[in-house]
């Protein structure tokens, strides 16, 4: 059965670009996302040059401008070189601020929580905070989002002590959402044996009593989205000894969560809600007219290399039987992907705080 599902967006990715376009580019990576069906991505800030400068900012939008072919928009990072004096002068330019808040790639870890709250009391209240934050470092935030109410969107929620604190946020009335990513949804820690570095990512594999509290909180509502994490390095890097963090899944999102469906995990409408409806109503956008993605939720195949657009041409979930298959996304009315080739000409997509 064919689905069309409007104007998908995936506010949490890593295309790279600029000082490490070898190992993924905006051209190479915005065209992933259509393979993948999304007509939007928003990318994090952790590269090099991190995005929390003028310049940095400056130097992101104007290569994503020129090799875009989805729609697009960047987050700014806080970092500790008092970058907050002035986000006053930045932030409309952004899609939002990311703290870091616990070890990642990049440089922009904050461990202190007087600077963190500088950053909170910073950022002005209209745009969206995201945060990476595990285990009890979430309880630290929820007490900056208690104290300066300011909507927060945890990324990549793994565990389930994670969902215990975000529940309890959630009832509290706090303005907080959250997200779960693809590996953490199908692969374990028991996993990293077999894929080795291709299955190390921050946050890492957990366990399967961590899985299934995702799950449980997916199908009760909880979770408010699915979000990739797309983070490509190169085979040679993973295989270095000393492997980098970080796994593509900009093409792999949609199928994994139409094998859910299948499964009878989700419905076709609760898939929807996680990847396209909530995304966009969180970051307060509306879908442009004519803006959708065409599905075969019945198509069955397996995950392998060869059909990837994203430049480092692995998966963590190769040799996976999946279901759903993008036949077309359209993008303003124009056909940008006909479910094998981008038709859409670098730079026609469209920065959506521009
Ligand atoms: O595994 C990860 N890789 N986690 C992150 O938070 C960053 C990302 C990257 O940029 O490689
Ligand atoms: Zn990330």
Redesign the pocket.
Known sequence: MDVKIPAMLDPHV?LRGMDWSHKATFASETAAALAGGYWAVFD?P?TPPSTINPTALQRKLDEFGEQAVCDWGVYYGASMSENWRIYDAVADQTCGLKIYNNQ???VLLIEDQAVRAQHYAAWPSHKIIAV?AEGETVRDILALVRQHGKRTHFCHISTAEEIRYLTDAKEEGLPVTLGVCPHHLYLTEDDVATLGPLGM??PELKSKADQAALWAALEAGIVDIVES?H?P?TLEEKFSGKP???VPGLETTLPLLALAVHEGRLNTAHMIDLIAENPRRIWGLNAPPETYTIVDMDARYTITRDNLHTKCGWSPFEGMEVYGRVKSVVIRGQQVFDGEKVLAQPGSGHNLYG
């Open positions: 890593h994090m952790n990642t790639t990049g990476h990512m921050k994490d983070a390095h980098t963090y970080g």
